[in-house]
């Protein structure tokens, strides 16, 4: 008998049909809820067949490779790491509307010439169905190259995937959403390593004093604009000043709370569609 509710396990299974299927696949392994609970049915059904690839750039917290690594680690899962600048990928650093897919169309290249190296011919992302609500330019790269994405495929949402994380016992079944540090730019804005190291250690004070969704988006130079559920919002106002003095150490002259609270692609908003 499943142990997954009756209404995921024709999704489950046919994951676990899509991989065993396939033979072999490479992952692209961010470490975050998606990409981890992927990984996992992959290696479940394919063992050694299955290849974790993670992208390290200055767009990535330190963090989240230190656990992408520990994942594999304890899972006995074959990992690769690829070191990647984004900043050196021309048009990248000037930040326009489609860097997503100028980034994306690069790491997946590379990931693709890994994989091929290594005799696996599918290579897979971590979409699910609801990344198809936002303005997202890098998907359109992934299927240009021939990405799998067999949670979208699978009809998997994010509210399915943290609930059968949870069941299987996964670490990440809880972790808020993460995005790469250059959704934290206005578009147009030059993304420079320092800013992106500016936004980096200032998210991860705040996570370290208890906020666990947020985002910390930058603006010129010099100002910062958290958001934060807002349930979190007398917390933040409690911790003000503190909160202040550490920004301004890292180089915020101003520190601003967007008063809509947190929400997903915010900086896509500005888009015309």
């Known amino acids: 008998m499943s142990v997954f509710p009756s209404d995921l396990n024709d999704k489950i299974s046919a994951l676990r049909d899509f991989f065993r299927s396939c033979g072999s696949a490479a992952i692209a392994f961010s470490g975050g809820v998606d990409s981890t609970f992927l990984l996992k049915v992959a290696h479940d059904e394919l063992g050694e067949n299955v290849l974790a690839v ?8 330190k963090k989240e490779a230190i656990d992408a690594e ?47 190296e290594n005799g696996i011919f599918t290579v897979c992302d971590g979409s699910n169905a609801d990344d198809t609500g936002d303005y997202r330019p890098g998907m359109q790269a992934i299927q240009e190259l021939g990405i799998k994405s067999p949670l979208l495929e ?6 399915d995937i943290r609930e059968l994380s949870k069941i299987m016992g996964l670490p990440t079944w809880n972790r808020p959403s993460a995005a790469c540090l250059a959704s934290r730019f206005v578009y147009g804005e030059t993304i420079t390593e320092n800013k992106l190291k500016m936004v980096e250690n200032a998210e991860e004070f705040l996570h370290e004093k208890g906020f666990l969704q947020l985002r910390v988006r930058i603006h010129g130079e010099n100002l910062a604009r958290i958001e934060v559920n807002k349930e979190y919002f007398e917390k933040i106002l409690r911790a003000k000043e ?9 180089g915020f002259v101003y520190t601003t709370l967007d008063l809509i609270g947190f929400r997903s692609g915010s900086m896509n908003e500005v888009i015309r569609k």
């Open 242 to 250: 503190e909160i202040i003095n550490y920004f301004r150490s890292l």
């Open 54 to 61: 993670t992208v390290i750039s200055p767009l990535i917290p």
């Open 154 to 159: 699978c009809g998997f949402t994010k509210k």
């Open 70 to 116: 520990n994942f594999c680690k304890n899972e006995n899962i074959r990992h690769f790491v690829l070191e990647l600048d984004p900043l050196k990928i021309p048009g990248f650093k000037e930040n326009p509307e489609n860097r997503c897919y100028i980034c994306k169309k690069e790491i997946f290249s590379k990931i693709i010439s890994l994989a091929f």
